[in-house]
């Protein structure tokens, strides 16, 4: 037992005290969401989506689902690593030494990566460098 201003309060009623004020309320089970995709990968998205919900342990890729992406791993690669560490192109090319202007050719395709370039920015996005050849 312990004082708590003038009253002594025992350990266990403190603790079930404090858990009914920080007890978090219910959440709803299911959420509803609208997303916007091309007209031919409705089928894919639908079915992605009761699989998630079925707990089916099926991956789908990305080309998969949007095969548009189709050998666009590299530049995909580079953008997810650098949106994941919430940097803009601007910062990327401020801590990598890189232009902006070579990072966005690089998302895009335009310019390819050299093995020395993938390093600075694998130590950057906290990822392997060889993810981004």
């Known amino acids: 037992m312990?004082?708590?201003g003038e009253k002594i309060v025992a350990?266990?009623?403190w603790r079930l005290f404090m858990l009914a004020r920080t007890k978090k309320h219910p959440t709803e089970e299911f959420v509803t969401m609208q997303i916007r995709v091309r007209r031919t990968n409705v089928q894919l998205v639908q079915r992605y989506a009761e699989a998630l919900e079925n707990e089916e342990t099926r991956s789908y890729s990305v080309v998969e689902?949007?095969?548009?992406y189709s050998g666009k791993g590299k530049e995909l690669a580079l953008r997810a690593y650098r949106l994941r560490e919430g940097l803009t192109q601007k910062q990327?090319?401020?801590?990598?030494g890189i232009s902006q202007h070579h990072i966005s050719e690089l998302e895009t395709g335009k310019r390819s990566l050299g093995k020395e370039r993938a390093k600075r920015l694998a130590e950057v996005l906290r990822c392997?460098?060889?993810q981004l050849l």
Do not use: K
């Open 65 to 68: 689902v949007f095969p548009e």
């Open 92 to 96: 990327l090319a401020e801590l990598t």
């Open 2 to 4: 312990w004082l708590s």
């Open 11 to 13: 350990p266990y009623l």
């Open 128 to 130: 392997d460098y060889r």
